[in-house]
């Protein structure tokens, strides 16, 4: 993963919204430490509500990949209705096979 | 359900969805005895997948009914269409993409025709996140647990659900949602930041805060 590397037009530093502009950006690049660019780290380095954005923005992130193990369940009649869908296709068994 | 355009040429999967799409026991074998017509394993691959199917329905809908007609669509053509896997990707995957696809031609034919899903997939401003630029409220990390996080993104506006959904949690990549969405790769990672902004905005309010808008947003 390559950091992405930004150049501001000046070495003046970030405000909140120039730095936040970036971050969609900097999140889809994945790199682990977000930027490599310095303007960009020393805005991140100084302030403290966007490096807090930053850190939940993460955590948000990195959480989300629990909801990927399934919670829910279909009801058996969706069973039931794909039997029923795919008579004249296919004999299947009458009920699914627990596993 | 009509799958006239529903593409179901099978892709090479990015490495993210092989880590999460591990091969699970039995299955290769109930994919071929199924590919040859066998009733049994057909019942096997439906036991086994459908509860990421339907998971997935049922995020991307918020609607059990839907969610349902969905999963069993998705598993109608499944069965109908398993001659085409040839094992190129992990079979999830290749399952998880032909849902995915489903979907979306199930909400563009629920009345979207007419606009764009990339401007129809947008919120409303009320819904979009607020800019943060001095708020020093408590941080997130460690403090959410699966249940509030689930509930969070239900209540996300259609659109930052669909795009946080196959992103963050089905793992497909930019470019790959912006085909699936018929968007710019720039809007699904526009989309994707506000979702996430959105998320923590909903995660920091307090408990009965939030029930009140998690309750709103679900109206």
Same mark, same amino acid.
């Given at each position: 993963?390559?950091?992405?590397?930004?150049?501001?037009? %000046? /070495? *003046?530093? $970030?405000?909140?919204?120039?730095?936040?502009?970036? $971050?969609?950006?900097?999140?889809? *690049?994945?790199?682990?430490?977000?930027?490599?660019?310095?303007?960009?780290?020393?805005?991140?380095?100084?302030?403290?509500?966007? /490096?807090? $954005?930053?850190?939940?923005?993460?955590?948000?992130?990195?959480? *989300?990949?629990?909801? $990927?193990?399934?919670?829910?369940? &279909?009801?058996?009649?969706?069973?039931?209705?794909?039997?029923?869908?795919?008579? =004249?296709?296919?004999?299947?068994? %009458?009920? &699914? =096979?627990?596993? | 359900?009509?799958?006239?355009?529903?593409?179901?040429?099978?892709?090479?999967?990015?490495?993210?969805?092989?880590?999460?799409?591990?091969?699970?026991?039995?299955?290769?074998?109930?994919?071929?005895?199924?590919?040859?017509? !066998?009733?049994?394993?057909?019942?096997?691959?439906?036991?086994?997948?459908?509860?990421? +199917?339907?998971?997935?329905?049922?995020?991307?809908?918020?609607?059990?009914?839907?969610?349902? !007609?969905?999963?069993?669509?998705?598993?109608?053509?499944?069965?109908?269409?398993?001659?085409?896997?040839?094992?190129?990707?992990?079979?999830?995957?290749?399952?998880?993409?032909?849902?995915?696809?489903?979907?979306?031609?199930?909400?563009?034919?629920?009345?979207?025709?007419?606009?764009?899903?990339?401007?129809?997939?947008?919120?409303?401003?009320?819904?979009?996140?607020?800019? !943060?630029?001095?708020?020093?409220?408590?941080?997130?990390?460690?403090?959410? !647990?699966?249940?509030?996080?689930?509930?969070?993104?239900?209540?996300?506006?259609?659109?930052?659900?669909? +795009?946080?959904?196959?992103?963050?949690?089905?793992?497909?990549?930019?470019?790959?949602?912006?085909?699936?969405?018929?968007?710019?790769?720039?809007?699904?990672?526009?989309?994707?930041?506000?979702?996430?902004?959105?998320?923590?905005?909903?995660?920091?309010?307090?408990?009965?805060?939030?029930?009140?808008?998690?309750?709103?947003?679900?109206?």
């Amino acid at each position: 993963m390559t950091s992405h590397n930004f150049q501001p037009e %000046s /070495s *003046a530093p $970030l405000s909140c919204a120039e730095f936040q502009e970036h $971050l969609p950006d900097l999140f889809a *690049a994945g790199s682990e430490g977000l930027t490599d660019d310095p303007t960009m780290l020393e805005h991140l380095k100084t302030c403290e509500n966007c /490096s807090a $954005l930053v850190r939940d923005l993460q955590y948000i992130a990195d959480q *989300a990949r629990q909801l $990927l193990e399934p919670t829910h369940e &279909p009801s058996d009649d969706v069973w039931k209705k794909i039997q029923e869908g795919l008579t =004249g296709d296919i004999h299947v068994a %009458s009920n &699914p =096979g627990k596993v | 359900m009509e799958t006239q355009g529903l593409q179901m040429t099978e892709q090479k999967a990015g490495p993210g969805l092989y880590k999460r799409n591990p091969p699970i026991a039995g299955e290769a074998e109930a994919i071929e005895r199924a590919k040859a017509g !066998d009733a049994e394993a057909f019942s096997k691959l439906y036991a086994l997948h459908k509860r990421r +199917v339907y998971t997935l329905c049922l995020r991307m809908l918020g609607n059990v009914t839907e969610a349902e !007609d969905m999963t069993q669509e998705a598993f109608l053509h499944l069965f109908r269409k398993i001659g085409s896997f040839r094992g190129e990707s992990a079979f999830s995957t290749w399952l998880h993409r032909l849902t995915v696809n489903l979907v979306l031609m199930h909400l563009r034919k629920k009345g979207l025709q007419l606009v764009s899903l990339e401007e129809t997939i947008n919120p409303s401003e009320e819904d979009a996140p607020k800019r !943060d630029f001095g708020s020093r409220d408590m941080q997130l990390s460690g403090s959410v !647990d699966r249940v509030a996080l689930e509930r969070a993104v239900a209540s996300l506006p259609p659109g930052y659900r669909m +795009v946080f959904v196959l992103h963050d949690v089905e793992g497909f990549e930019h470019n790959e949602i912006a085909a699936m969405l018929d968007c710019s790769t720039g809007n699904s990672k526009s989309q994707l930041h506000k979702a996430r902004l959105k998320l923590r905005e909903l995660l920091r309010q307090p408990e009965s805060t939030a029930q009140a808008g998690l309750k709103e947003a679900a109206l």
